[in-house]
């Protein structure tokens, strides 16, 4: 079963900043939180990672709580081409599963 | 470089029929999985491989399906006497190593119809 809770949807307009909230209270110490993204029949793109200390890409930031029980993805900018269903994972040296993810809909 | 490469993309299939779906992962990566996605779920964990051994198979993973990497490069997930229910995008994935902290690369899926 997947170890993380995420909203089904969320919604945001253009270029205004969204964050996408996880819940992983089960997180083991040495787990990483990672963050993927799929567009429509595409498979899964990586977005973001994580162990402890926020991280901040070309592409979102991602904000870890202080006990590691949740973190959020932000996107500083929406935009339309961000629209998609994005997982949150936690994962150990093994297998990687997921949950049904949040699907971002971004309007104009 | 290229990424994780799937084939073939999209296969239509009469039930009863076997399909075997092919993946080349990125090149030196020793860890590749296998999910499959219906519509509106995420993706489910099959099984993976670190290098040529199998060392995890999904309660999903029937009789039916047989996944292979022999030379610990490309995989195939063969699929016997399919049925309507297999219908699905098949995803393969592949990282360099068992790290935590190590990205995970996908292939764009191969689509199966059962008909």
């Known amino acids: 079963d997947a170890k993380t809770t995420q909203p089904n949807s969320m919604e945001s307009n253009e270029e205004e900043p969204v964050h996408l909230p996880c819940n992983h209270s089960?997180?083991?110490?040495?787990?990483?939180i990672h963050w993927y993204r799929q567009l429509p029949s595409q498979g899964p793109e990586y977005v973001i990672h994580g162990l402890t200390s926020n991280v901040n890409n070309r592409m979102a930031s991602l904000a870890i709580a202080e006990d590691r029980k949740s973190s959020t993805l932000i996107l500083h900018r929406a935009t339309l081409r961000d629209a998609a269903v994005y997982y949150c994972?936690?994962?150990?040296?093994?297998?990687?599963?997921f949950g049904a993810g949040t699907r971002l809909t971004v309007k104009p | 470089d290229t990424g994780v490469s799937q084939n073939p993309r999209h296969k239509i299939t009469k039930r009863g029929q076997n399909v075997t779906f092919r993946c080349d992962p990125i090149s030196e990566h020793n860890r590749l999985y296998w999910y499959r996605q219906t519509l509106g779920q995420g993706p489910e964990f099959l099984t993976y491989f670190q290098n040529e051994a199998q060392l995890e198979k999904s309660r999903l993973l029937s009789d039916r399906f047989s996944a292979e990497r022999p030379k610990g490069s490309f995989s195939t997930l063969e699929i016997q006497r399919t049925e309507q229910g297999d219908s699905a995008m098949y995803l393969c994935a592949s990282r360099p190593g068992p790290f935590s902290g190590n990205t995970i690369y996908f292939g764009e899926g191969s689509w199966l119809t059962v008909v």
């Open positions: 994972i936690t994962y150990n040296n093994n297998d990687m599963r």
């Open positions: 089960t997180i083991s110490g040495t787990d990483y």
